[in-house]
């Protein structure tokens, strides 16, 4: 437990926690533990909305999931179908409110729908207001905050799955 709470860049007690059930990590943390235990973050989800082969996503029937405690909320936005490789949802973030650094496989994209965002990717800096996006590779490390008033809205579009296929 010990070495993969050093990889994860989490403490033993942390670690511990998560495993009896105690504490929920963030999103970020989950990503981390999965990454030092090579596995998926799949692995560790139990519940997930059922994917199909449909490609329509109707408002009415998209679901919210938060890992993050109350912190940031994702509006799911496609089921996709086996095999998919871009997963999207949207992201709702309280004023404030502020993301771990962190780095995984493949690709983000995010288009800012409502607030100010400032993004931290590799070593450089961005603030995007509505209507702005910002294209990386994943694998940077990189970290979210609204730095607004009022909550921000993003759309985000990526090859890592937030939530896992059943």
Do not use: K
Not at 63 to 85: D, I, K, M, T, W
Not at 88 to 116: A, K, N, Q, W
Not at 137 to 163: D, K, M
């Amino acid at each position: 437990m010990r070495q993969v709470a050093r990889e994860a860049g989490l403490s033993e007690g942390f670690v511990s926690q998560v495993e009896r059930g105690l504490s929920t990590p963030s999103l970020i943390s989950l990503c981390n533990l999965a990454s030092s235990l090579e596995a998926s973050v799949e692995a560790f989800l139990p519940q997930a909305p059922q994917r199909t082969h449909s490609v329509v996503s109707h408002a009415s029937e998209r679901h919210n999931y938060s890992l993050e405690a109350e912190e940031r909320v994702y509006q799911l936005l496609q089921r996709g179908f086996p095999g998919a490789l871009l997963n999207s949802c949207i992201t709702h973030m309280p004023p404030g409110y502020v993301s771990d650094v962190t780095r995984h496989e493949g690709e983000d994209f995010l288009y800012v729908i409502e607030g100010e965002m400032h993004y931290e990717v590799g070593d450089r800096e961005y603030l995007l207001t509505a209507g702005d996006t910002l294209h990386f590779p994943a694998s940077l490390p990189h970290r979210a905050r609204n730095v607004g008033s009022g909550e921000a809205r993003e759309l985000w579009v990526g090859t890592t799955r937030i939530i896992p296929e059943r």
